[in-house]
């Protein structure tokens, strides 16, 4: 393998060893077993063990196996946008705004369209926060309104008038038939067609959402798994100094 290549790992550096899980829509059986052993095997698997099969019911059934691949790639010929983050700590973050704006900065959050998980957005927004951090609600320096789950989009855009939003913060982690993707431009259509959107600064997040997926729909930012508070409150106020800036 060349410097710079990666491949999975389990026991030993580069040993391939993966993980992998699926449905069969059929019971458990010795065929459903073996069944299961030939797709991974087709998949490119090798010295395939499996450590889990269970009925669900309704004739489904569930696999967890563990194996080997002979694929790596090269990190160096791989080119995506990243969010560059230099982290503030809660006291700087505070500080900032209360020198830089004079003003407390006024955030919105919801999950827009049918999206009915909150659980992530509340691991930014409330108090109680997410990996030991505080959420922005406990930050003296921010206004946070959370408009909760299955938010139409159209509402955002009304509350982002009526309380002067200067952030909007959107999850999203329904992603079947790309609806997320739907989501997210529309708003950030609609925010344009009302002349706000370049007035605020527009951040999504979501399990499966990253820096390419705000930009093509129009966000400033995209935060993933195991996003913190404090990377986004410290997103937050380097994008607010950055328009300040800009308008001097
Ligand atoms: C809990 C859960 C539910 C709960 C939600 C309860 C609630 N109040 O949120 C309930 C039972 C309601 C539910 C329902 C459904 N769910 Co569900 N659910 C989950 C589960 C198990 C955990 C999600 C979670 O809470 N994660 C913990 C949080 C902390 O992680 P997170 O969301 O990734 O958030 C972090 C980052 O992504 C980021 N982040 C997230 N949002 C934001 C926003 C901003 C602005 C920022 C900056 C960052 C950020 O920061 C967070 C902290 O680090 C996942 C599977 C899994 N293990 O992930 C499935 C999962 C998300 N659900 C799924 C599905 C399919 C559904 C249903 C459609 C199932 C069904 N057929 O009915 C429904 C949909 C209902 C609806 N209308 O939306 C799928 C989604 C697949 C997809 N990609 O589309 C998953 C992945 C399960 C799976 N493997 O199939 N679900």
């Given at each position: 393998?060349n410097?710079?290549?990666v491949?999975p790992?389990?026991?030993?550096?580069?040993?391939?060893a993966?993980?992998?899980?699926?449905?069969?829509p059929?019971?458990?059986?010795a065929?459903s077993?073996?069944?299961?052993?030939?797709?991974?095997?087709?998949?490119?698997?090798?010295?395939?063990?499996?450590?889990?099969?269970?009925?669900?019911?309704?004739n489904?059934?569930?696999?967890?196996?563990y194996?080997a691949?002979?694929?790596?790639?090269?990190?160096?010929?791989?080119?995506v946008?990243?969010?560059?983050?230099q982290?503030?700590d809660?006291?700087?973050?505070n500080?900032?705004?209360?020198?830089?704006?004079?003003?407390?900065?006024?955030?919105?959050?919801?999950?827009i369209g049918?999206d009915?998980?909150?659980?992530?957005?509340?691991?930014i927004?409330s108090?109680?926060?997410?990996g030991?951090?505080s959420g922005?609600?406990?930050?003296p320096?921010?206004e946070?309104?959370?408009?909760?789950a299955?938010v139409?989009p159209?509402?955002v855009?009304?509350y982002?008038?009526?309380?002067?939003?200067d952030v909007v913060l959107?999850?999203?982690?329904?992603t079947?038939?790309?609806?997320?993707?739907?989501n997210?431009s529309?708003l950030?259509e609609?925010?344009?067609?009302e002349?706000?959107?370049?007035?605020?600064?527009?951040?999504?997040?979501?399990?499966?959402?990253?820096?390419?997926v705000?930009?093509?729909?129009?966000?400033?930012?995209?935060f993933g798994p195991g996003?913190?508070?404090?990377?986004?409150a410290?997103?937050?106020v380097?994008?607010?100094m950055?328009?300040?800036?800009?308008?001097k």
């Amino acid at each position: 393998m060349n410097i710079g290549e990666v491949r999975p790992y389990g026991d030993r550096m580069n040993d391939g060893a993966i993980q992998i899980s699926f449905s069969l829509p059929v019971p458990v059986s010795a065929r459903s077993i073996e069944a299961v052993k030939l797709i991974a095997a087709r998949m490119g698997m090798n010295n395939i063990r499996l450590v889990h099969a269970q009925d669900m019911g309704n004739n489904f059934s569930f696999y967890i196996l563990y194996g080997a691949i002979n694929i790596s790639v090269d990190l160096q010929a791989i080119h995506v946008p990243e969010v560059e983050l230099q982290l503030f700590d809660f006291w700087e973050i505070n500080d900032l705004i209360r020198r830089e704006f004079e003003r407390k900065v006024v955030v919105i959050g919801a999950t827009i369209g049918v999206d009915a998980h909150t659980v992530g957005l509340d691991a930014i927004i409330s108090a109680k926060g997410f990996g030991g951090e505080s959420g922005l609600e406990r930050y003296p320096q921010f206004e946070v309104f959370n408009l909760g789950a299955q938010v139409p989009p159209e509402l955002v855009v009304e509350y982002s008038k009526k309380i002067h939003a200067d952030v909007v913060l959107v999850s999203q982690v329904v992603t079947q038939r790309n609806v997320h993707l739907f989501n997210l431009s529309l708003l950030a259509e609609l925010l344009e067609a009302e002349k706000l959107r370049d007035k605020l600064i527009l951040i999504c997040g979501g399990p499966y959402i990253n820096a390419q997926v705000a930009l093509e729909t129009g966000f400033d930012a995209g935060f993933g798994p195991g996003t913190t508070p404090l990377q986004v409150a410290s997103f937050i106020v380097h994008e607010l100094m950055k328009r300040k800036m800009r308008k001097k």
